[in-house]
C-alpha cells in the first residue's frame, strides 16, 4: 500500500498530503529533495525533464522506502508518492502521473499567482478516486493477460459519454452516466475498465459514436422516452434500447420511466453489443479527435456549472480531465504547421530572438546547446560532464520565456553560469582549521578525546601528492600546529627519502614560526596499512595535532593496486582522505575520481579534491567540473604554482569566470 | 513640375492625414505610459529576508505570518516572496509620526517576506538579495535553538552562515559613497524551536553563536586566499576581519559600528505567538 503522497513546491511548501502510515517521516522527502533536486547525485531522465512521465524518472530509494516523482516545471511542483520497497506497486506510475495532470488543470491559475503560498485545494476526493480506480484496475490485471496491461496504460478506463442528445432530455440531473465500455467483463465492478483491445481508445467517441451507429432509431428514441414516460421503452428495437441501458447502467437518480425493466436488461444484452462496439471503435478511428474535442468542452461547462461533484460526476470529470490532457498532447505533436504559418512564426521567432520574450523550445536551444558543449569542452571538461551540464541547461529553459532584448545565447550563459556555481559550491562549508580543532582541541561538554586528525592523500602516479602533502604541511605549520608526516610510499624507490627532504625544509622554514614537523618512516617493502596504523598510534603517544599520510601512486585501473586502499582506509582510519588530480588530465579524470571514491570500500568515500598544477592550464580548468561531477565530491584545494604557499582555496566565482571565458 | 506638385499633395491638410496625425498624438503617449509603467510598477513593498540554515524553520515562519498558521514543509530549492500585512495592532516604524486617525494609517502595512533556500549549494539567492537589495528593511536570522550545543555540526554550520551574512552586510556599509547612504538593515537572529527540549535559552544563544563566530573569523584570517586572489591582479587586498578590528572576542554589538543592529530573540513556530 501507499504509505503517503505529497504536492510540494520548489520553495517548500506542502500543498496538499495524505498520509497512510501514523508517523510519516519528513526526512525521506528531504533527502529526496537534496539528493535528487540540489545536488542532483542521481541524474534525472534523460532528455526533456518537463513532460517527463513518473515512470521515467528513476525511482529514489531511502531507508525501506521508494520514492516515485515527477515534476512540473513552470509551476514549480513537486509529486511525490512514498511506498515500502518491499511491495510491488505496477500503478504507481500511473497514478503520479494522472495526480499531476489533474491538480494542474484544477489549480494551476492559482499557483501562478505571485506573492502568495496559499492554494486552495479540496483534492482529497480526486485523490481518492484516482487511487481507488487503479488499485482495482491492479487486482483486476492480475487475472488478466500480459498484454492487456501494456494496453491499458494508454487507455482512460471510462469516459463521460454518450450525451449527444441528452442534456436537453433531463435537464435536472447533471449526472453524467459513466458509460463503461465493459461490455465483456460485465460482472466484474463498475470501476473497473476492461483491457480488451478496442479499450485501449478512449471510450468516449465509442459511447459516442454507438448511439450514432444505431442510427436515427437512437435519437428518436431518446426523444419519444422524453415525451412519453410510459412503457414504450421496452417496446422498440431489442437491441438498441438493450444498448442504452447498457451504457447508462452506472447513472444513478435518473428518472426513468421504465425503471425496473431497463435495469434487469442491462447484464444481458452485454454480451452481443460487444462485437458492436469493436467494430465500431475499428470504424470511427479517423474522427476520434474531433469527438474529443465536442466531449472536452461539455465536461468544462458542466464542471463550472456546478459548487460540488459528487462522487459519480467526479469521476467522469477526473476522466474527461485526463482525456482532454491526452488529446492536447496528441495535438500538440502532431499539429502540423501550413508553410504559411511556419513561416510567420520563423519571422516571428527571429524578432522575439533579439527582442526577448521568446519561449523558448528544443530546437531553438539545439544549436547554441551544441555550441555551449564544445565549448565546455575546449576548456578540457571530459565529454561526460559537459554532455550533463549542456541537458541540465535544456531541462532548465525549455518553456522559458526569454527576458527583455536577452537573446537565447546570453539566456543559456547566465544558465550554464549558475549551473555550474551549483555544481562547485560544496554542500557544507570546508574550513580545514577548525574541522582540525573541533578534533584536536574538543569542547568540554561533548565528551570526545583528545586525538590527531589524520588526512592522508592518494591519486594516480606523478601527479604530486607528495608535493601538495607538503604544501598542506607547510600551511598546517603557519598555523602552530604539530604535524607528523607518514611516508607510506613504500612500494617507489626514493620515495621516502623525498619526504624527507620536503620534511626538512619545512623545519628550517618554520622554525621560528612555532610549527613542530616530523616524518615517520619505516623504510620499504613494508605493508602501507600497517605503517599508517603504527604511525596513527604514535602520534597519539607523541600528542601530534596532524598526522599527514602519504601513499603511493596507483593507476586506477589495476584492481591490484587499488583494493590495497581498502584495507588502508581501515586500518588508518583517515578523517579525511584527498585525491590529488592534476589539471592537465581530460577526459580520464571521471575515471580516475570514480575508481577511488569506490575504492575505499562501502561505508567510505573520498572527501575532497586537490586539483594540481592549475597554474599550467591556463584557463582550461575543467577538470575541476569533470572530477566533481563524477563523484559529487568538493574540491578543498588548488594548487597554483611550485613554492610551499602556492596552495589555494576554490573560489567558485573564480573557476566559473575561466570556465565561461571566450578568449582562448 | 511633378515633384512640385507632390510635395504640396503631401502638405496639404487633407482629413486623412489630420486623423491620422491627431490618433498619433493621442496614442504614443498611452502607448508609452503602460510599456514604462507597467514594469516598474509604482514602489516596491518594503521587504525582510528570512536566512538561516536548512531546516530552521524559515518557511515554516513564512507560512506562519502569511496564513496564521504553520504548514508542514520540507526542504526549499528556490526562494519565494510572500506579501504579508503587519498585525493591526501594531504600527509600523514607518508610521510612528502619523496620527492613528489619518486614513492612511490603516494602509501601508503590507511588506513582503522573502524565503530563501538554507542549502549549502542554494545560498547565493540569499546572499544575491543582501548585496542588490530591493527595499530591504531587515534580515531575520533563523536558527534552530536545539542544534546549537558546543561542538555540535548544526552550530559550525550556522555560525558559518551567519558570519558570512554580517560580512556581506559589514561590507555593503563600508563600501557606501557618502552621497547615497544605504539604510540600516536590522538583524534579528531568531532562535526557532524553543519547544523542544533541547532548545537553549536566548543568552546562551547568543553567546555560544559569538563564541563560534570568534572561531570562524580567526580560521577564516589564517585560512588560505582564495584561488581568484593573486592571480589575476585588479583584485585588491579585502578585508575580511568581521566586527572590530583586533579585537579577541567577536560581539553581536561590534556590528554596530557598521550601522547592522543585532539581536536575539526566541520562539517557535508551532504556537500562535511570535516574538517581534
Redesign the interface.
Known sequence: MLDSF?I???????LW?RSYTNNSD?SI??SL??TV???EKTLPGAGVADDISAANNPPFKCDQHTLKWTTVKEL?LIFVAVYRSLLHLSWIDKLVDNIKTLFVDLYGDQLKK?????VECHFDEYFDQQLRELEKTALNQDTKSAEASALLEKAPPSLSGNLGDEPPLLPGLLSRGASKNNWKDATSNEYTPTATPDASRPGTPAGHLLTAKAGPGGSRRSRKLANTPSTHASSGDETSAKKRAAKSKAKKGRKWDADGLVDDDSDTPLDYSAPNGATSGEDDGEERAGAMEEIDQKTWGSKTGKGQFVLKDLDDQVHSMLASADAEKSHSTAAPAGIVGSSISAIGGLFRNVVGGKILTKKDLDKAIKGMEEHLLKKNVAREAAIRLCEGVERELIGVKTGNFESVQARIQTAMESSL??IL?????L????EI??VTS??T??L?KRRPYVISVVGVNGVGKSTNLSKICF?LL??KYKVLVVACDTFRSGAVEQLAVHVSNLKELTAREGGKVELYQKGYGKDAANVAKNAVTFAVQEGFDVVLIDTAGRRHNDQRLMSSLEKFATFASPDKILMVGEALVGTDSVAQARNFNAAFGAGRSLDGFIISK??TVGDMVGTLVSMVHATNVPVL??G?GQHYSD?????V???V?KLLSSNQ | MASQDWIQHLLNPSPLQLTIAILLCITIPIFLHTSVFNKSGLTTLPSILLVGPSGSGKTSLLTQFERGTAASTHTSQAPIAVECSLPVSSTAGSDKYRSIHDPTHSIHKKFLLVDTPGHGKLRHYALDTITSPQNLRGIIFLVDAATLSAGDEGLRQTADYLHDILLLLQKRSESKTGAKALKEIPVLVAANKMDLFTALPAALVKSSLENEITKVRRSRSKGLLDSGIGMDEGDDEKDDWLGEMGSKEFKFKQMEEFDVVVEVEIGNCLCDEIFY
Open positions: 505529497e510540494l513546491t520548489t520553495s517548500g511548501v506542502i498530503s519528513p522527502i528531504n529533495i537534496s533536486f540540489i545536488e514549480g505571485p506573492h502568495t503560498t496559499i556555481r551549483k559550491t560544496p554542500t557544507s562549508s574550513d580545514l582549521l577548525r580543532d573541533a574538543p569542547s561538554l561533548s570526545q600551511f603557519q598555523n592549475c597554474d584545494f588548488v597554483v596552495l589555494r582555496n576554490l573560489s566565482k573564480w573557476a569566470e
